[in-house]
């Protein structure tokens, strides 16, 4: 009996595949196809490209299974292409897509320093290219909200519960898509959103369609200068995951500050049980940001003024470490 066929390493490594399924991302070649253009001239036309490259690279894609092409230079979708019509799941190469797409280069330098290499690729570092390009930090706002990562879980599991908060600082909180959930959730608690003064600005909408801009206050600044005093809660949510130990533990000694004497600190992302295995994410290649195990967490919180207190699963399945400043 031979013995069953392992991953294919030529499939594993072809880079071929993914940059075609990108590029007929970011050209909307499904949705032309949806709305009734199949022939590849009039698709090339539709999309403001070369036919002949076009017809090569969805010819490529119809033999991966990607398409169909039922007759010459005639495109239809099946159901892999569908899945380009959904905007959460399309590929874009456009705005900040392209430099998640092109960051994958520089994996080698991060490999053999642990740092990132995107300055050396594209001339600054990650958060100073975002401020130089506006329009590259309006794209990466909108992807970390509800349109590129869904509506947040609020279900946070506080020690304790809910009862006693009355107040809750978002640290690093994008345009607040999770600090909205949480006060829609609870309306008697009023929140505070921390994050850099463009992205803070475009919070306004977010609040206001949720419902809670009475209830809220944006504060554009950075979180590693001192943050707003005396809330109950602190939310680092999908923050430390971006930064290595030094600023991870700057951030921490941030919030221990502010939420003396009586408040608490609660990380979603960025810690791991210590028996997990080890995953190679794109902040990593970004920002040269480190994922710690909880017994790695705990020395970095403890030297930041922080002790963890709780350690769980959340419902929607991402690791929740409290803590309480000592």
Request: one cysteine or more; hydrophobic letters at 45%; charged letters at 20%.
């Amino acid at each position: 009996m031979s013995a069953e066929k392992g991953p294919d390493l030529e499939a594993l490594s072809d880079l071929c595949t993914p940059w075609c399924i990108h590029v007929v991302g970011t050209l909307r070649i499904a949705n032309h196809i949806a709305a009734g253009t199949d022939d590849v001239e009039a698709l090339a036309a539709a999309a403001g490209c070369d036919a002949y490259a076009l017809h090569n690279v969805l010819g490529y894609l119809a033999d991966k299974g990607v398409f169909e092409e039922p007759q010459p230079g005639r495109f239809a979708l099946n159901d892999v292409s569908k899945g380009l019509l959904d905007p959460s799941r399309r590929p874009d190469l456009n705005g900040i897509g392209g430099r998640f797409a092109l960051a994958w280069g520089t994996l080698p330098a991060y490999v053999r320093t642990g740092a990132s290499g995107y300055a050396a690729f594209f001339g600054l570092p990650f958060w100073e290219d975002l401020a130089a390009h506006p329009e590259l930090a309006e794209s990466f706002d909108a992807l970390m909200g509800p349109a590129g990562h869904g509506i947040p879980d609020p279900d946070i599991p506080v020690t304790g519960g809910w009862g006693p908060i009355r107040s809750v600082v978002d640290v690093g909180g994008g345009t607040g898509a999770m600090l909205a959930e949480i006060l829609k959730a609870h309306p008697e608690i009023r929140g505070t959103l921390v994050d850099l003064p463009a992205t803070a600005a475009r919070s306004a909408e977010t609040f206001r369609n949720a419902g809670v801009a009475g209830r809220v206050t944006a504060v554009g600044q950075s979180f590693f200068d001192p943050l707003p005093a005396g809330a109950d809660l602190y939310l680092l949510k999908s923050v430390l995951s971006n930064w290595p130990d030094r600023e991870t533990a700057a951030i921490l000694r941030r919030c221990a500050e502010a939420a003396r004497p009586s408040g608490r600190v609660m990380v979603l992302g960025g810690v791991t049980p210590d028996d997990a295995p080890r995953k190679l994410t794109i902040e990593m290649v970004l920002l040269g940001g480190k994922t710690n195990t909880l017994s790695e967490f705990r020395e970095i919180a403890r030297a930041s003024g922080l002790e963890v207190t709780a350690a769980v699963r959340q419902p929607a399945g991402r690791y929740a470490v409290e803590c309480r400043p000592v």
